[in-house]
């Protein structure tokens, strides 16, 4: 290997994560509109980049992309996308498709609505299979439904240095498709992997207190950190409806909640799967502009009370039969193959206190209620946890438990600057 070449592997953070990396050519699109955005996407080769000028345009149907590629606008509120699309399945502004091994990359831009359009996938829709996704430096505004999908057969990378503002519903939404959730909760996972959806580095700000900033079921794996979230929360979903989330790490975030919320919220609200939660600085402004409570772990189907029943129980949120003896089915501290793997929370406070996962038992009269499903040093871990800085790594004393967290910031944000390359002009 030439020392060039050695060079090149270093600056990017390991040869063996990345797909080998390609300059390719620079590809202007005459404007922002989606005609010549999609005319020059359609000419780029793998390793090209697509470099939208400033503007606003409005866009009525989805950019497709296969490619690995990057789609670069001329940066936040200088390249704006207006969606118009008709909000039906899949059709977003932007509509990511991309495979192993591909390289795909979105930045650099505002993205906004006409404030009619509803669409539940967001305006940014990552399908596909490949795990070297970068969404970074994009403002997602005043949307009237979500922002940001991650679903698909399990695509994975990093969201960094995006700005979440005035978001109607949740502003990210991890959800493999129906297809792979059974197969994503057999397959081994660990935590600190590479094998999740990273959310860091981001701002999430409300004006008003709505809906989460992230959210997952299906099988979902994500990690959320270093991020600041003002009148917004984090949750996952568990087995109320379809498979729960398996792995959530959510660390290193500062979460404030400074007006009225439409309903309690929690700030951290975990229904499924293995996880960590540590290191969260949880605020509010009291009074009726406060969290029902900081940290809460739950599961809907433990208590009959939650199933759903069409006659008898509409509004019911399980959508499965009653569990009724330990454990239960894809609940906070299980994982692949339903084994145990208990969450583990530390170093969190609320208003500058220590603060400990609260078990919300809905059911506490019936014969098998949460409190029998959930229970602590068994599915779930409050402290005892020491921080070893020589090899950056988590133990838990008791359990005899370790964590390492995966690298920050996320390999793919440290991609070398492409080098000047030739320039193709798409009409």
Same mark, same amino acid.
């Given at each position: 290997?030439?020392?060039?070449?050695?060079?090149?592997?270093?600056?990017?953070?390991?040869?063996?994560?990345?797909?080998?990396?390609?300059?390719?050519?620079?590809?202007?699109?005459?404007?922002?509109?989606?005609?010549?955005?999609?005319?020059?996407?359609?000419?780029?080769?793998?390793?090209?980049?697509?470099?939208?000028?400033?503007?606003?345009?409005?866009w009525t149907s989805k950019l497709n992309i296969t490619k690995g590629i990057t789609i670069q606008?001329?940066?936040?509120?200088?390249?704006?996308?207006?969606?118009?699309?008709?909000?039906?399945?899949?059709?977003?502004?932007?509509?990511?498709?991309?495979?192993?091994?591909?390289?795909?990359?979105? /930045?650099?831009?505002?993205? #906004?609505?006409?404030? +009619?359009? @509803? $669409?539940?996938? =967001?305006?940014?829709? !990552?399908?596909?299979?490949?795990?070297?996704?970068?969404?970074?430096?994009?403002?997602?505004?005043?949307?009237?439904?979500?922002?940001?999908?991650?679903?698909?057969?399990?695509?994975?990378?990093?969201?960094?240095?995006?700005?979440?503002?005035?978001?109607?519903?949740?502003?990210?939404?991890?959800?493999?498709? /129906?297809?792979?959730?059974? #197969?994503?909760?057999? +397959?081994? @996972? $660990?935590?600190? =992997?590479?094998?999740? !959806?990273?959310?860091?580095?981001?701002?999430?700000?409300?004006?008003?207190?709505?809906?989460?900033?992230?959210?997952?079921?299906?099988?979902?794996?994500?990690?959320?950190?270093?991020?600041?979230?003002?009148?917004?929360?984090?949750?996952?979903?568990?087995?109320?409806?379809?498979?729960?989330?398996?792995?959530?790490?959510?660390?290193?975030? #500062?979460?404030?909640?400074?007006?009225?919320?439409?309903?309690?919220?929690?700030?951290?609200?975990?229904?499924?799967?293995?996880?960590?939660?540590?290191?969260?600085?949880?605020?509010?402004?009291?009074?009726?502009?406060?969290?029902?409570?900081?940290?809460?772990?739950?599961?809907?189907?433990?208590?009959?009370?939650?199933?759903?029943?069409?006659?008898?129980?509409?509004?019911?949120?399980?959508?499965?039969?009653?569990?009724?003896?330990?454990?239960?089915?894809?609940?906070?501290?299980?994982?692949?193959?339903?084994?145990?793997?208990?969450?583990?929370?530390?170093?969190?406070?609320?208003?500058?206190?220590?603060?400990?996962?609260?078990?919300?038992?809905?059911?506490?009269?019936?014969?098998?209620?949460?409190?029998?499903?959930?229970?602590?040093?068994?599915?779930?871990?409050?402290?005892?946890?020491?921080?070893?800085?020589a090899t950056a790594t988590y133990t838990h004393a008791s359990s005899g438990w370790t964590y390492?967290?995966?690298?920050?910031?996320?390999?793919?944000?440290?991609?070398?600057?492409?080098?000047?390359?030739?320039?193709?002009?798409?009409?």
């Amino acid at each position: 290997m030439s020392g060039l070449l050695k060079l090149l592997c270093v600056l990017m953070a390991g040869c063996s994560f990345f797909t080998p990396y390609a300059f390719g050519a620079t590809i202007n699109a005459s404007s922002c509109s989606l005609a010549d955005v999609q005319a020059a996407t359609n000419a780029a080769s793998t390793g090209d980049i697509v470099e939208v000028p400033a503007g606003i345009c409005t866009w009525t149907s989805k950019l497709n992309i296969t490619k690995g590629i990057t789609i670069q606008g001329a940066g936040i509120d200088n390249t704006t996308i207006v969606d118009a699309t008709t909000g039906t399945t899949n059709d977003v502004p932007f509509y990511i498709n991309v495979s192993k091994p591909l390289k795909f990359r979105l /930045t650099g831009f505002t993205i #906004t609505d006409t404030g +009619t359009t @509803t $669409s539940y996938d =967001g305006v940014v829709k !990552v399908v596909g299979n490949s795990d070297q996704i970068r969404i970074d430096h994009i403002k997602f505004y005043d949307l009237n439904y979500r922002g940001l999908c991650f679903e698909g057969n399990a695509s994975y990378g990093v969201v960094d240095h995006c700005e979440f503002r005035n978001i109607t519903s949740g502003a990210i939404f991890v959800r493999p498709a /129906t297809s792979v959730q059974n #197969t994503l909760w057999e +397959t081994p @996972t $660990s935590l600190g =992997g590479a094998d999740a !959806v990273y959310v860091e580095d981001c701002l999430f700000n409300n004006a008003a207190a709505r809906y989460c900033a992230i959210d997952g079921e299906y099988g979902a794996k994500y990690v959320f950190r270093y991020n600041t979230l003002v009148n917004t929360w984090v949750l996952n979903h568990g087995y109320e409806g379809e498979r729960s989330t398996i792995r959530f790490e959510c660390y290193n975030n #500062t979460i404030a909640l400074n007006v009225v919320p439409l309903y309690s919220p929690i700030a951290i609200n975990y229904r499924g799967g293995t996880g960590v939660v540590f290191n969260n600085t949880i605020t509010d402004a009291g009074g009726t502009a406060a969290f029902w409570k900081p940290l809460v772990i739950m599961d809907y189907c433990s208590c009959s009370s939650n199933l759903y029943d069409s006659v008898t129980n509409p509004s019911g949120v399980c959508r499965h039969s009653k569990c009724t003896s330990y454990p239960c089915p894809d609940a906070v501290g299980r994982t692949y193959s339903q084994l145990a793997a208990p969450l583990y929370q530390w170093n969190n406070t609320y208003k500058g206190a220590s603060v400990s996962t609260y078990v919300h038992d809905t059911c506490p009269t019936e014969t098998f209620s949460v409190d029998d499903a959930l229970q602590i040093n068994r599915d779930f871990y409050n402290g005892g946890v020491t921080y070893n800085s020589a090899t950056a790594t988590y133990t838990h004393a008791s359990s005899g438990w370790t964590y390492k967290p995966y690298t920050h910031p996320h390999p793919l944000t440290l991609d070398i600057p492409l080098p000047p390359t030739s320039l193709k002009i798409i009409n």
